[in-house]
């Protein structure tokens, strides 16, 4: 076999796989694609520097990584809003720009995120979903997953998303191996696909039978209009398609496709816990835009939660680090959807009063969105003389101090509380914060009990002598946790502002302060941090506050962290401290044009005021045109963007004006 054979060999391996393993329709017997294989691989065990990456040899690694390597996403990942009745449904179509648009609905598969990244028509990395910005290098695994196609025929660089799965036959088969084996069984299909894609050796992800089905893009640059037409030219390219995808229309569609799915689910191959429903404009799509954790135009209508019924034994206390008391509920362990659940949620005692739940009370229990455990409803018809009331705390469980009660919420004020102080550390040191290794739930509570922390500028004080006398602490554990605490200075500040536990500011909210304001994040006022995309009263209110209270303690900690800002180069230009409102749909996504903005030194604001001194319109441009016209607000489209733009740029004035005049443009 000479190269041309060969290069012709694998594009013939690659069309029966397709076949075989996508299109459900066989072009080659079992026998004929072996052969070919064979021929293909002698080839490259000879020529190995010919062998191309593609190649169905390259699906099986020969080596065992020694970990997985962080990979970021060129387009960010997002998750997606829950909605779970009629009325959830009624009031998402209610919110936004949705008046006649068309909807695009799909089965909601429950699987594992999986990024795909081809370049040249061929893959190059793949990645889970990790952060949302930066996932964990898989490209190994996903080589070894048949339906994930190693050679698409498109030469542009595409990020192509799915989830991986394991089919409910498959998940039983491979079960019943590892029981024949002696292993532990996997609980679910769903923790089954998680735990494969994670696996070490990519030999033993090609024997679990992942299945990879795409449900959107990444980074890309395709010129369709409709999501609908995106997901039919992935599909052409070679990947698992369901046959359930509809266009929608009105509310009553999007229902009638609902209850057709549900009434499917059982008879699916595939787990699936509920429909995805889009905009299928992807104008819309752009100009509707993002809150901090999810897109506006798009939601998943989850499908009812599977009820069991126990025995609910007793209620526990859980002191949480910003003092509030949540009472939990201990139950009788029950099976539900392959978990095996033994406590549940209860929210605050007004649940437990509206429920009129009592000890060693018949419940229903759900995992809410399949993921968290519920009770929903108490079969008091089932009493038996020998159920006892719950009684509302009024004194901590841990320190003992008295509870301030406000009704549904109950909170212990003890600021030196030890539930509160050990939740505040781990949160902290978690692996979405600061992220340092070796400070594990189990460790800072050994270290908090032990008096070697009492707060957060502790942990940075730690040397090898602290830790000498402790159990388990051997030289190299000392030295690890040492270094780890030591690399976590210098973090990135989204992380640290995350760290700090500040109510209603999440990892995503921080990401956007800092990016924002920078250094300057501390004296950010509320109106400020209000015109922050995605941030409400309660996240301003709240950020704002916690800064003016605690504002000498996190300087104090800045300068033992000194975490780092982003880095952003601003230009001069016209639109350089000044207000910028945009609104309409462009030719490209709003945050595209919102980051060359803020670049270029502009304050984009989410209203129109007097003090606003640009509108960005672009077509469908509605109530906030009207404004910035009734109130002399100069209105630019596109082209004069670019223009505008293009002066800073070129760092040039137009002859016979100042540069100010040049920058300014004309008046309002």
Known sequence: MNYDEYRSAVDTLNAWARAYYTDDRPIASDEEYDELYSQAEKFEEQNPELALSYSPTRRIGGAISEGFSKLAHGAQMWSMEDIFDDADLLAWLARGEKSGAQFYVEPKFDGASLNLTYEGGVLISAATRGDGLIGEDVTQNARAIKSVPLQIPYAGRIEIRGETLIAKSDFDALNDERAANGESLFSNPRNAAAGSLRQLDSAIVAKRKLKFIPWGVGEHSLSFALHSQIMEFVRSLGFLRDEFCRICKSAS????????????????DLMLDGM??????LSKCAQMGYTVKFPRFMVAYKFPAVEKVTRLREINLQVGRTGAVTPVAVVYSVNIDGANVSNATLHNFDEIARLGLMKNDFVGIIRSGDVIPKITSVYKQRRDGTQSEISRPDRCPVCGEKLLDEGALIKCQNLDCKARVIGSLIYFCSKKCMNIEGLSDATITQLFESGKISKIGDIYALGAQDLADLEGFADKKISNLLGAINASKNAPLERFIASLGIEHIGEVAARKIAAAFGQDWLDASEDEILRLEGFGEAMARSLAEFCKINREKILNLSEIIAPRAPQMQTVKSAF?????????????PRDEFKAKLLAMGAKVQGSVSAKTDFVLAGAEAGSKLQKARSLGVRVIDESEFEALASLATLGANPPGKSEPEALAGSSK
């Open 253 to 268: 569609e999007i229902r009638a496709a609902y209850e057709a799915l549900h009434s499917m689910r059982a008879s699916k």
């Open 276 to 281: 995805v429903i889009r905009v299928n404009e």
């Open 576 to 588: 350089t401290d000044r207000s910028v409102v945009i609104t309409g749909t462009l030719s490209r």
